[in-house]
């Protein structure tokens, strides 16, 4: 029977997938230092620990700052570009693009060695902002991804009615593009501070003598008995996770119920 | 838009001069010259890909030209961007804002009136009301109908009071029906504002319904600019013939030409003499040609006589649309089909194929191309 093959696949790929995900709650509420079955009580002691762990508590205010940062100047690079793509025609489009949306695809680990060689090349320190810059380069390309669909559901005639009407073409931007397309710079200041919130490889090589949340979180698993601190934190990270990336798929598709255009995927 | 003094009906609203616009190595449109008259209903005919949009567009300041120049008003719009033209456009896709509400939509241009609020709120339910939405101020614009959206679109143009309201095919996506009564709408909307209409559209039943004048474009070219009448009974070549309505073309010999009368032979009518007028004056390729409508001739039933010429035909297909009977009959010594349509009217018959009939026909209701 065919279907019961692909139902079963179908299964064992979720729990595979989600599994691990589910056991990290189940053992930050677990009464033990030891990470294994059987569970030995219930307990909030590992979440109450994360209040005073004053280097957890600076890695999480650079994590934020780095994230507030990427996912501003990403998504203002991403506005800019998905304008000019979905709006003007200009020589080497495609392949402009194409390399653009290239830090989507290429390994981390090779941007990020790229980018260190360049930074110590220049000179420059590492620092927050040299995260913040590799982050940049990370987080743009998703930016593009979400903004350009809003921009291309627009109906070009919408700008000119308006320059139409009397407004100059920054007026016109400001009371009918802008407001259109804010779902989707909504949806892409989510999504790119969520990944810049996750993200490892770059902060681990570019943040020099600075410690961001993952980088933090890689560097505790050197002492076992912080391993249920560790998932406490892992648990709530996941939860804020899934919070905001719902959030941000819910204004995506606001955006595109708003415009009258059609669904064509996204992330979620 | 108000201005000091504008054109009176009748005077010279648009005028184009030699206008020629390129995108690339792509001639859009080639040596554009004509003049739209104030007041008029003035419609750009054309298959698609024609240039009647692009020149709509320039009209508008969406779209600049190469060289030429085009005047509004007497003025020329050669550095006068689209924001600050005396025209408004209603736009294919309407591109009502499907953020606003259409009070909002209909009131957007009126941002910058030095008006109160309570004076433009007047203005806007005036304008609702002129296009039948009364009422409708409230809703949201995504929510609108087809037909619905295509009247905040108007309402919103004509607002502004412009010099001229410009239409890029503002009925091609409405259906049939809805398509027709707008046509009737337009063109009572058009007598009771006075505005100078220019209508894009590739529907030439739509542009002879509605227009005072139209001019047929092909590839970026005006090929007759006339009234609805002359352009369908004197076409001036067989293109912009078979482009509006349905023209029959017949094989005909040129036999002499004296005094501006055209003698010629077609098999079929034999022997004719025209006037210099129905002879056409753009040169229309593969040789000389009589046309003529469907409805210009008619089926002699029995005991019937032609008041003017008379021929021998068979039929050999009949098309029955209930109003209309649509014949094609061979004329005697002829082999191409010609295609003539009929009236039903109460006790005529309908013929069946292979009949042998007479049509009765006048010299006068043909067009000779050459």
């Known amino acids: ?268 | 838009m108000t201005s000091e003094k504008s054109a009176t009906p009748g005077q010279t609203m648009i005028e184009f001069k030699d206008v020629h616009k390129y995108y690339g190595d792509y001639h859009a449109l080639r040596g554009i010259t004509a003049t739209i008259k104030a007041g008029e209903f003035f419609s750009l005919l054309g298959p698609s890909g024609c240039g009647k949009t692009t020149l709509l567009r320039t009209i508008a300041g969406f779209e600049g030209i190469s060289s030429g120049v085009v005047m509004i008003d007497g003025k020329d719009m050669a550095h006068v961007p689209a924001n600050v033209r005396p025209t408004n456009m209603v736009f294919q896709s309407y591109a009502i804002f499907p953020h606003l509400t259409v009070a909002q939509n209909v009131g957007f241009g009126l941002r910058k009136d030095p008006r109160s609020k309570a004076e433009k709120d007047a203005a806007v339910a005036e304008a609702l009301e002129m296009v039948g939405l009364k009422g409708y101020g409230a809703r949201a614009a995504h929510a609108l109908s087809g037909g619905q959206r295509q009247r905040v679109a108007l309402a919103r143009a004509l607002i502004l009071k412009p010099k001229v309201l410009l239409l890029d095919e503002p009925l091609s996506a409405l259906d049939k029906k809805m398509r027709e009564q707008m046509q009737m709408e337009l063109i009572k909307l058009q007598r009771q504002v006075g505005i100078t209409f220019i209508l894009v559209t590739h529907d030439q039943e739509e542009a002879l319904v509605m227009s005072d004048r139209i001019a047929v474009m092909f590839e970026g070219e005006i090929a007759q600019l006339a009234d609805p009448e002359t352009l369908y009974r004197r076409p001036n070549s067989r293109k912009v013939a078979d482009f509006i309505g349905t023209m029959n073309f017949l094989p005909a010999e040129i036999l002499s030409e004296m005094d501006g009368k055209v003698e010629v032979e077609a098999k079929g009518f034999g022997r004719l003499t025209l006037d210099a007028e129905q002879v056409s004056s753009a040169p229309g390729g593969a040789g000389a040609s009589i046309g003529f409508r469907p409805e210009t001739l008619t089926i002699l039933f029995d005991g019937q006589t032609a008041t003017d010429r008379e021929s021998r035909a068979e039929v050999v297909e009949v098309v029955y649309y209930g109003d209309m009977t649509y014949y094609d009959i061979r004329l005697e010594g002829t082999t191409e089909p010609m295609r003539l349509s009929m009236r039903n009217v109460f006790g005529r018959p309908v013929l069946d194929i292979g009949t042998q009939t007479r049509v009765a026909w006048s010299p006068g209701a043909l067009v000779l191309f050459r």
């Open chain 1, 1 to 268: 029977m065919k279907g019961g093959w692909f139902r079963g696949y179908t299964i064992f790929y979720l729990i595979f997938l989600y599994a691990p995900i589910v056991l990290l709650p189940i053992f930050a509420f677990n009464n033990a230092t030891t990470v294994a079955f059987p569970l030995n009580g219930f307990t909030t002691a590992w979440f109450g620990k994360l209040w005073d762990d004053p280097a957890l508590h600076h890695a999480l205010k650079n994590s934020l700052i780095i994230g507030c940062s990427a996912a501003v100047i990403s998504t203002c690079l991403g506005i800019f570009a998905s304008r000019a793509s979905s709006r003007y025609a200009f020589p080497f489009k495609t392949p402009l693009m194409g390399l653009i949306m290239l830090p989507l695809v290429m390994p981390d680990i090779i941007l990020a060695v790229a980018l260190l060689t360049v930074l110590l090349g220049i000179g420059m320190p590492l620092s927050l902002f040299t995260v913040i810059l590799g982050h940049v380069l990370v987080c743009t390309p998703f930016s593009i991804a979400i903004l350009s669909a809003a921009f291309q559901s627009l109906d070009q005639s919408l700008e000119e009615a308006a320059y139409d009407l009397g407004e100059t073409p920054i007026s016109a931007f400001r009371l009918v593009i802008l407001p259109l397309v804010l779902p989707g710079i909504i949806s892409s200041l989510l999504i790119t501070f969520t990944i810049s919130l996750d993200e490892f490889i770059m902060a681990f090589f570019l943040a020099g003598n600075e410690n961001t949340l993952p980088v933090y979180i890689f560097g505790q698993f050197r002492f076992p008995q912080n391993v249920p601190v560790i998932l406490a934190l892992g648990t709530i990270l996941v939860c804020l996770s899934i919070a905001l990336l719902a959030t941000a798929e819910y204004f995506r598709r606001r955006g595109i119920a708003k415009t009258g255009g059609k669904d064509t995927g996204g992330f979620l």
